[in-house]
């Protein structure tokens, strides 16, 4: 079974930033994050695949950085320009597999999760 503790979320103004880390218990293949707001389904946001290629969202891209420490088996989401729209609990996902591409996230590739880190965006 494979532990994932995230950090870093909190409170910041429109236009601040904030980095998201995630550390695995031992090595994953394919990590991932994703957001949920209120009322809202479970959004990917960002996901490393092979090669060290990365999948975003449109609505992050240019904005979000996701980034990985594999010898400490650590995953990171820089967030830069943040928006009130990207106000939501943050989730660390990962697949025991590594993904040969990716078009689209789903949960459901995702066998192991974190609790989540909160992010506030005010305007």
């Known amino acids: 079974q494979v532990q994932l503790v995230e950090s870093g979320g909190g409170s910041v103004q429109a236009g601040g930033s904030l980095t998201l880390s995630c550390t695995a218990s031992?090595?994953?293949?394919?990590m991932g994050w994703f957001r949920q707001a209120p009322g809202k389904e479970r959004e990917g946001v960002a996901t490393s695949y092979s090669g060290g290629r990365a999948y975003y969202v449109d609505s992050v891209k240019g904005r979000f950085t996701i980034s990985q420490d594999n010898a400490k088996n650590t995953l990171y989401l820089q967030m830069n320009r943040l928006k009130p729209e990207d106000t939501g609990m943050y989730y660390c996902?990962?697949?025991?597999?590594?993904?040969?591409?990716?078009?689209?996230?789903?949960?459901?590739?995702?066998?192991?999760w974190g609790q989540g880190t909160q992010v506030t965006v005010s305007s």
């Open positions: 031992t090595y994953t293949g394919s």
């Open positions: 996902a990962a697949s025991p597999y590594q993904f040969a591409y990716v078009k689209f996230m789903t949960p459901n590739s995702y066998t192991y």
